[in-house]
Every structure is written in structure tokens, then in C-alpha cells.
């Protein structure tokens, strides 16, 4: 089973797909988030976003000011800035 991972800012959709394991810097501390997690709405603080896709390999992106939601394996991240690091 996998999560659906959407993150989007203000501007556009940065990055969407399929992911073992999303971790993501909230408010109240680093937040790790897997299939099957309890429903969940965080506050964003200014951080990095680590998705690990289904094969292993990871997307890192640079997050700041929105929340992230978490519900029946839909994960999505809405930020106002956004970007992926190279």
C-alpha cells in the first residue's frame, strides 16, 4: 500500500506521486508519516520535506508557510513558498 503525496504552493504543484514515507518540519516538531497514519492537520514551519518514493529514491524540497493534512493515505502539503532541491 502506498500514500498519495501532493505538495503545492501558491504558484504551482511541485511535486505529486506515490510514497512510502513522507517527513515533513512542523510547529510542534518533525513530523513521520506512513500508510495507515491517523488522520492529521499540521502547521508547516520553514523546513525541509523528505518524500521517499516506492523504489528508495527521495525528494527533498524546501518548505514555509501553509499546513500539511493527512487522511485515508492522501497526504497533502500546501505551502506558500515551496521548491525542490536539486
Known amino acids: 500500500m502506498a500514500l498519495k503525496v501532493n505538495l503545492v504552493s501558491a504558484e504551482?504543484?511541485?511535486?505529486s506521486?506515490?510514497?512510502s514515507l513522507v517527513v515533513a518540519k512542523t510547529v510542534e516538531g518533525e513530523m513521520?508519516?506512513?500508510?495507515?497514519?491517523?488522520p492529521v492537520?499540521?502547521?508547516l514551519a520553514k523546513g525541509e520535506v523528505r518524500i521517499t518514493e516506492l523504489d528508495g529514491s527521495k525528494v527533498l524540497a524546501n518548505a514555509q508557510d501553509g499546513f500539511l493534512s493527512m487522511e485515508g493515505?492522501?497526504?497533502t502539503i500546501v505551502?506558500?513558498?515551496a521548491a525542490l532541491i536539486a
Not at 12 to 15: M, T
Not at 32 to 38: A, L
Open 41 to 43: 492537520l499540521a502547521i
Open 12 to 15: 504551482a504543484e511541485i511535486w
Open 73 to 75: 493515505d492522501v497526504v
Open 17 to 19: 506521486g506515490e510514497a
Open 32 to 38: 513521520g508519516i506512513m500508510t495507515g497514519h491517523e
Open 79 to 81: 505551502a506558500g513558498n
